[in-house]
């Protein structure tokens, strides 16, 4: 505790109208201040109405003036609420900001307690508080750090694509990174598009082709980031491009190789596991960039040392064996994640019997099945790959809105749902049954197509489905798939025979989300999904500056979303760019090298990779622009020698001496 | 006279939305029941295997007790109808634990006299009652006594298959008593002192 | 005024999530017991051990120690480090004859107004059991008994 | 011109700080060159009331070694403060109450009790020294033990710490260099209050061992690890060592020589709670964020506050255990 | 040596002794030592907890003090219907602190106590499987049940809720299958291995049991088995004694024997049926036994491959794919073979 009585600290209590006023009496706790805290340095204490309204902060400002004030403390509501405007106020009287504490007596006191008695004690003692902790702060500046024009986009589907075009169409460099060979993402993988039922892919490859080949945008695909380092305006990004085996720069993308390739393989990627592709591929024939990739695993040089028939027919000699992979570095001031996700495994629902009921069939599948350039050429068919089903049975909610696997709602599954609806009707006139627990159509023009397709006769039960089994009860079950369940609108149990089921199944955040998390020092939420900055106010944002976030890594979302997600992303990066500098808090945590041992136990404890060992000087050393400013290892040094600024210890340990200062008076 | 459901559910709801049922089905039921966590998705009545004998499906059930349709819950055939074998407990996304929720509604339906057939309380009544005189179920008295008293005729019919058991051995005549009769007989009686309803 | 004993409480609060559900109880007007004192960390992770047994000597009866719930912490992990600083620091405690009790750790996120409200009425009630800490009175009673200390009374000739 | 008088004091400690102030050898000349012994009873003979006589602050410079264990210590505390121009509370005991200070874990009650039936005491009578007893030649007294023991600081204002169970030699020599050199003119007395004869920062800062990134899976005694690798950190190796929190000065003499460091020359510069650094520090490197596993790990620290606390108890925050302070409690 | 308390529950005395007797046969060779709890008491079968809570789980916990008090960890129980309750008792005192202190406050007046969490509650299946293992199983068979095609049965109570996580998958769970398989039995696709045998509704509802144990058979039927296999004296009871008036009921005929996974288990390790308690079902046994009895082939069972001719390709099995190693389901290829 500081008696330094050269301080002159001014203490101002609000009313808040009758907010504070009617529960803490506001008289007392100023005399307290004027009394009881004079020694403390406290040279004037006052009470108004509303200290937050303009004549409250023009006291302020004028106390400082005329009084000198050299620290202030405003009694008040929540510093979430108000820490900015009575900073400003003593910005505007030329105190610095960080010079002027709240103490919080709305929201902590006259709002949570209802005795009179208690909650002036209370104020007091959250007044002294602040008081005491006002002394050791310490006037602080923003910080400025340059930013780098050239943005790192991460994630080659929709929203990737989306941001780095915006960003590219500005003038400013993108470098896209894609793990597959192709971008593209899922929504290559459609067929038609809800509500308006265009082609994914008529709408889709244009945009593909011109990121791959716009002047701005240098495409990496089949490649991954493999290391972040530095700071918002500064990072340099370590990129592992994986060999392709084949040298791009002679690849014409003319697919002989592929179409002599002898070995067919099951394709578990694009066509989602109802397809085959060869062992030298490429995701399809509109795959960009064109150059095809070789899966070892399959490939029978790499696996048994003979074949090459791809090396053989390649008229350009673009095949490489040899080929290993290789990392680049890369300086980048912004990075965007567009991650996306991963689809749910329907395997885990026994009940469904998806994996041990042929004609039991995922979403994923059917939208390859559907497609025109897919396995089936767009028929819709039985696993035996002939028959065409008379009666289908479509199930909501696989996966999703369920504790026992996926605890939320996948937001795109009933539009998905009733789209497989239209086609199966479109396409065969069958009878289909659509198995809802709720039908969620909120977006534009959705519930519109609901209402088409209750036009077109699909026939809707509500009732989440308990059972899809082909344990036939009766002889007119036999041969079918029977879907049991509550037809919840009638309160009796049905059992459905169908030839076909589709089962809807949900996003989940992509298996690795959580060390791609750690790589970017981003956070993800209890269901795996990133996390954002603010969940409404800030959603393209993360809580590590200069990093970016769109489309579905968030969590699910359809479409349209996930491309407004990828130019707001854009916009965001633009606006840092053209800003050329960014200002942070300063918020920060120090190491005092003179006091640090080099014993390294801060070193594994910054989630934002702050801080770094030099290995010349035996120190410990945090780069502030990379520090969030969290404590955490201004807690941990044993040695004492990191400072954290905004909450030092000397002030944390002076405001608790206040907050107790009624209990040890008394004891003394 | 008694009220339709829907009449019983609009008095209910000209008064005010009450849920002391649902929370006195709560209370009374083993671990959490998450009751209040249905979302009426109708998993439960898909799944169970005797639904076809019910009157109410278990999702109508549970809107019921929202509703505060105690008699109509209370007499409902649908807890006594209830196999045990767990399909909806495991299937429902909510984790409700169904099949406890219906043990309690036939210990309230038992405790209020109210259920159309006395056949299925009286066996699980008779059941107990051998449990609490030897601390073994006892299941050749059990039998005898409860087809005696509800249905003769099956007796008849099953008097074969009944005797086939007992050759076999696998009927006992005379029931087991364990040693400890004392002691279990002193814990069920405090245990009857004690209700689950306030925590 | 009752004969209870009414404790003092410090609660250390992080910035994203109690600090927030405090703003929120206060907001919804919830009520709670007046004994527990707010301080403000920008993360549980910023908790120095310092700063519980400053506030423990220092005249509070309890801490209560918040944070933002596992996998949900703003700067990513830190809550774990305060949760095992938390429990190497309640077995230093118990070596000190001091009831572990006494410092108690719970999750809360923004949203848990309610949540915390009920933390911190059944934390007072625990310390209520438990007692006065007094602390400080202790060290101050035995620093007015040395400075009292008459020096008439005391010396001894030591020869040899 | 006389010399500047020069004492030495023990109070609650074993003696090691006298024997390691003989430690620095020839340097001890210099002192008697320098100074007047005005008083050091270990050395040579003389009597309270000799220094009673003293004027006040006649004597230059008194290192006092020992705790303030009992009413005696407390009384020439206030006397050599009085008579002293600068008081260096010297060594773990003065300065942070050392082994002594454990005695604060208990009521003095129960050790006294231990002290007098312990199976090696020859006491059949079971008796228990009284501070007043009458003799046929009259009465005589011994000093009452204090309900617990204090640091010097905390009795009487003190000048300069120097801490260390005992002070190395070296850096006692050095200290001794530095008034001779103050004497001289040649150099400047340090602020009051500050911490002399050793380094700010931590032991690691002189320790030679390798130090890396720290994930600990365990904690176990040093004898279970084995073979101790000799050139990485001790910690690392999942032996708490208290070296990261423990002033520097010592050249890391423990850890050099394959013994984890624990913590006599106490806490670094401008740190409040020695113990809390030590807590925070072995958190913050378990690698685990399940609580059940957590305490698994912790298990390997068996006496936590004897570890963290084992020099510094009575200079902590705590100051002592609960039980020290029994008689307060109704 | 692995060692068991044992719980045998009411029914291994009566209906179920062929259960018991089996048990008690293959025990030994197995490695399985019982100790049976002394004195204990009906587990109120789920009769109980439908008219009094407290009592209910009073009724449960005592035996679960009585077990607590070998010192030893392991509850072994043959009979769903006890392991679930024994297993829900220790879970639910846990769930709910208000029920465990109840149970407790009733405990005490017979001095007894239990803290839930302090045992483990574990079927024979599960012990057989887990503990045993299907190699030491497969090594002891000395008679392979080649020929015999077994319908695996496993109701409801073992896989179902499965409080402490031990079961492959509450729908299709693989453990009997893989026992029997290890025995040598050829297993026949059964969709119906987990559903319910009607329970306590052959007492009180006859015409809802009836028809769930007409879907039981015929399914059985229909996949061609010559008995079927259970873990569940229930199941076994209402499969074989109700068989006739099922049989009555609908105007059917089936034949359908049902017997323990113990006594097939014992035939395959060389006990005499006789010693295995054959002979006490109420539906014959003779026409299926006869199937191996004759003739006792020593070759191994080899499990047919079937390869995905035409169309469509079938999802992955998840055992093969790297992100759910855990997984213990049937896959596709399982399931058809």
């Given amino acids: 505790m500081s008696n330094d009585k050269t301080n002159k600290i001014g203490v101002y209590v609000c009313h808040c109208g009758t907010n504070i006023s009617h529960t803490v009496d506001v008289a007392k706790v100023r005399d307290w201040a004027a009394e009881g805290l004079g020694s403390e340095g406290v040279v004037i204490a006052r009470d108004y109405k509303f200290m937050c309204s303009s004549p409250g902060q023009e006291l302020i400002e004028q106390d400082i003036k005329e009084l ?205 596991g109802i397809g085959y592709r060869k062992a030298i591929y490429t995701s399809s024939a509109q795959a960009v960039p064109k150059y095809p990739v070789i899966d070892t695993e399959n490939c029978n040089f790499f696996q048994k040392g003979t074949c090459k028939v791809c090396e053989k027919s390649c008229p350009t000699e673009a095949i490489d064996y040899e080929q290993k992979e290789e990392f680049l570095t890369v300086d980048v001031g912004n990075i965007i994640l567009a991650t996306g996700y991963d689809l749910f495994d329907a395997r885990k629902v026994s009940n469904y019997g998806y994996g041990r009921l042929p004609n039991v069939f995922t979403s994923i599948e059917f939208e390859r099945m559907c497609n025109a350039a897919g396995p089936t050429s767009g028929d819709i068919v039985l696993r035996d790959g002939k028959t065409t089903p008379k009666t289908v049975g479509i199930i909501h909610c696989v996966g999703s809105r369920d504790r026992n696997y996926n605890n939320y709602c996948s937001n795109i599954c009933c539009m998905q749902s009733l789209k497989f609806a239209h086609l199966v009707k479109e396409r065969t006139g069958d009878t289909v049954y659509d198995f809802y627990i709720d039908m969620r159509t909120p977006m534009k023009a959705y519930d519109e197509f609901y209402q088409r397709v209750l036009e077109e006769g699909t026939l809707f039960v509500r009732g989440k489905v308990a059972q899809v089994t082909d344990a036939a009860r009766k002889a007119s079950e036999e041969g079918k798939l029977m879907v049991q369940v509550e037809d919840t609108l009638i309160g009796k149990q049905r059992r459905i025979p169908v030839d076909m089921v589709i089962l809807s199944i949900g996003m989940e955040p992509r298996h690795d989300a959580k060390e791609t998390g750690k790589l970017f020092g981003i956070g993800c939420s209890a269901n795996g999904w990133f996390t954002e900055k603010h969940a409404k106010l800030d959603p393209i944002s993360t809580m590590t500056e200069g990093i970016f976030i769109a489309g579905t890594a968030t969590g699910p979302k359809d479409i349209p979303t996930s491309v407004a997600q990828g130019s707001a992303a854009a916009a965001r990066v633009l606006n840092m760019i053209m800003r050329g500098e960014v200002t942070l808090e300063p918020i920060k945590a120090s190491v005092y090298q003179g006091q640090c041992s080099g014993c390294r136990i801060c070193n594994s404890l910054c989630p934002f990779n702050a801080i770094t060992f030099l290995e010349d000087r035996k120190v410990s050393e945090i780069n502030p622009a990379l520090c969030q400013g969290c404590g955490t290892c201004v807690a941990a040094c044993p040695a004492g020698a990191i400072s954290g600024t905004g909450f030092s210890n000397d002030q944390i340990l002076a405001q608790i001496d206040g907050l107790l200062m009624d209990v040890t008076l008394a004891d003394a | 006279m008694s009220k339709t459901p829907v009449e019983h559910v609009h008095a209910r709801l000209d008064h005010d939305e009450d849920l002391s049922l649902l929370h006195e089905v709560s209370m009374k039921t083993a671990g959490v029941s998450r009751l209040e966590m249905c979302i009426q998705c109708g998993s439960c009545g898909g799944s169970c295997p005797s639904e076809m004998d019910m009157d109410h499906t278990p999702r109508t059930l549970f809107a019921m007790l929202r509703a505060g349709m105690r008699e109509e819950v209370l007499l409902s055939n649908t807890p006594w109808i209830c196999v045990s074998c767990y399909h909806c407990v495991v299937r429902c996304p909510q984790n409700v634990h169904i099949t406890d929720v219906m043990y309690s509604l036939k210990s309230m339906a038992i405790q209020e006299k109210k259920y159309r057939d006395s056949s299925a309380p009286d066996f699980s009544e008779t059941f107990v009652e051998m449990v609490e005189k030897y601390g073994r179920s006892y299941e050749f008295g059990l039998a005898t006594r409860h087809y005696l008293k509800h249905s003769p005729l099956r007796m008849i019919r099953t008097a074969a298959m009944g005797l086939g058991m007992l050759k076999k051995g696998r009927l006992n005549m005379k029931p087991t008593t364990i040693k400890g009769m004392e002691q279990l007989t002193a814990i069920l009686n405090k245990a009857k002192e004690m209700e689950l309803a306030h925590e | 005024m009752s004969e209870q004993f009414e404790p003092v409480i410090i609660c250390f609060t992080c910035n994203w999530c109690s600090y927030r559900a405090a703003d929120l109880a206060g907001t919804a007007r919830m009520h709670y017991a007046p004994n527990v004192r707010l301080v403000r960390l920008m993360c549980s992770g910023r908790l120095d051990p310092t700063f519980i047994m400053k506030a423990l000597s220092g005249g509070a009866d309890g801490v209560l120690i918040t944070g933002c719930h596992p996998g949900e912490c703003h700067y990513i992990e830190q809550n774990y480090k305060a949760q095992s600083r938390w429990l190497l620091l309640r077995r230093v405690l118990k070596g000190l004859g001091i009831a572990p009790e006494r410092v108690k750790l719970t999750w809360t996120s923004a949203s848990e107004g309610t949540k915390l409200t009920k933390e911190i009425n059944s934390f007072v009630e625990e310390i209520r059991d438990q007692g006065p800490l007094a602390w400080h009175k202790n060290l101050q009673q035995e620093k007015q008994e040395t400075s009292q200390h008459n020096p008439k009374q005391a010396p001894v000739e030591v020869t040899v | 011109m006389s010399k500047p008088k020069f004492a030495m004091y023990w109070s609650g400690s074993c003696g090691g700080c006298e024997i390691a102030v003989i430690n620095i050898h020839e340097k001890i000349l210099d002192v008697d060159a320098n100074f007047d012994i005005a008083f050091w009873p270990v050395a040579m003979d003389a009597k309270v009331k000799d220094v009673e006589a003293l004027e006040d602050e006649e004597i230059l410079l008194c290192l006092w070694n020992g705790s303030i264990r009992n009413e005696e210590n407390e009384h020439m505390a206030h006397l050599m403060r009085k008579k002293s121009k600068l008081l260096v509370s010297f060594g773990s005991c003065a300065t942070e109450g050392c082994i002594p200070g454990l005695g604060n874990l208990f009521p003095v009650a129960e050790l006294i009790d231990t002290a007098y039936t312990t199976l090696t005491t020859d006491n059949p009578d079971n008796i228990r020294p009284q501070t007043v007893t009458q003799v046929p030649e009259g009465e005589i007294t011994i000093p009452a033990m204090k309900d617990r023991v204090h640091t010097l600081a905390q009795v009487v204002d003190v000048d300069y710490f120097m801490p260390g169970c005992p002070p190395e030699s070296h850096q006692i020599a050095a200290v001794i260099d530095l008034v001779i050199e103050v004497l001289q003119g040649k150099a400047e007395l340090p602020p009051k209050g500050a911490v002399i004869g050793a380094g700010h920062s931590t032991v690691c800062e002189e320790c030679p061992r390798q130090r890396n990134l720290k994930a600990i899976k365990a904690f176990r005694r040093i004898q279970d690890v084995a073979p101790l690798d000799p050139e990485l950190c001790i910690l690392e190796q999942g032996v708490p060592c208290n070296g990261p929190a423990t002033r520097s000065g010592c050249k890391a003499r423990c850890p050099s020589v394959g013994a984890q460091c624990i913590g006599c020359y106490g806490p670094a510069e401008g740190v409040v709670d020695y113990g809390a650094r030590l807590i925070t520090a072995f958190a913050s490197v378990i690698d685990s964020k399940d609580p059940e596993e957590i305490e698994q790990i912790l298990d390997g620290i068996p006496d936590p506050a004897g570890q963290f606390y084992r020099f510094n108890l009575a200079d902590s925050l705590f100051q002592a255990g609960a039980p020290a302070f029994k008689k307060n409690e109704v | ?233 229930m199941c076994q009871l209402n499969v074989d004694a109700y068989q006739g008036e099922t049989n009555s009921h609908y105007g059917t005929d089936y034949e359908m024997p049902i017997v323990f996974f113990s006594q097939l288990v014992g035939l395959a390790l060389g006990f005499p049926p006789e010693k295995l308690g054959f002979g006490s079902e109420i539906t014959s046994t003779e026409k299926a036994l006869s199937r191996i009895g004759m003739d006792i082939p020593e070759a191994a069972i080899t499990e047919g491959k079937q390869r995905q001719q035409e169309g469509l390709p079938m999802p992955l099995c998840m055992r093969k794919t790297a992100k759910t190693p855990e997984c213990k389901r049937p896959c596709a290829e399982e399931a058809k073979a």
């Fill in chain 5, 1 to 233: 040596m692995s060692d068991y308390i044992f719980y045998p529950g009411c029914a291994m005395e009566s209906n179920a002794k062929a259960y018991y007797d089996s048990l008690m046969e293959i025990a030994q060779p197995l490695g399985i030592n019982l100790q049976e709890i002394d004195d204990w008491n009906c587990c109120g079968a789920t009769e109980y907890v439908g008219i009094n809570l407290i009592p209910a789980y009073s009724l449960i916990a005592r035996n679960l003090a009585l077990a607590a008090k070998t010192g030893q960890k392991t509850v072994l129980s043959p009979c769903s219907a006890c392991y679930l309750n024994l297993a829900k008792a220790d879970y639910y005192m846990a769930e709910r602190p208000a029920l465990g202190e109840k149970v407790n406050e009733a405990l005490a007046a017979g001095n007894l106590q239990y803290t839930p969490g302090s045992l483990d509650i574990r079927h024979l299946l599960d012990v057989l499987i887990n503990d045993i293992g299907l190699d030491t199983l497969k090594a002891k068979v000395v008679r392979p049940l080649k020929g015999l095609r077994v319908a695996p049965y496993t109701g409801c109570m073992v896989p179902r809720p499965d409080y402490n996580k031990r079961w492959s998958d509450p729908e299709h769970p693989t453990e009997l299958i893989d026992v029997l398989k290890a025995i040598g039995a050829e297993v026949v696709a059964f969709p119906g291995g987990a559903t319910c045998c009607g329970g306590h509704m052959t007492q009180i509802g006859p015409d809802t049991a009836y028809e769930l144990i007409r879907r039981l058979i015929s399914s059985a039927e229909k996949s061609k088995a010559d008995i079927m296999v259970t873990v569940c004296p």
């Fill in chain 1, 68 to 272: 000198g004030l050299d620290r202030v403390v405003v009694a008040a509501c929540s510093p979430h609420l108000h820490e900015l405007t009575f900073r400003n106020a003593s910005k505007r009287a030329g105190l610095n900001p960080y010079l002027t504490e709240l103490a919080s007596i709305r929201e902590q006191v006259s709002w949570v307690h209802t005795d009179k008695e208690a909650a002036t004690e209370k104020a007091k003692a959250v007044v002294t508080g602040a008081v005491e902790r006002v002394i050791e702060n310490e006037p602080l500046e923003e910080l400025k750090v340059a930013i780098h024009p050239d943005t790192l986009v991460v994630g080659g589907g929709i929203a990737g694509i989306q941001a780095a075009l915006e960003i590219a169409n500005a003038g400013k460099k993108v470098w896209l990174v894609e793990r597959e060979a192709s971008i593209g993402g899922h929504m290559a993988q459609f067929d038609k598009t809800f509500p308006t039922l265009d082609c994914a892919a008529c709408i889709l490859t244009p945009r593909m082709f011109e990121a791959g080949n716009h002047p701005n945008i240098e495409l990496m695909t089949w490649s991954e980031v493999t290391n972040v380092a530095g700071y918002v305006g500064n990072f340099s990004v370590t990129i592992k491009k994986k060999p392709r085996y084949l040298k791009e720069e002679l690849c014409t993308g003319c697919r002989i190789c592929i179409e002599k390739c002898p070995t067919k393989v099951v394709d578990q990627g694009y066509e989602a």
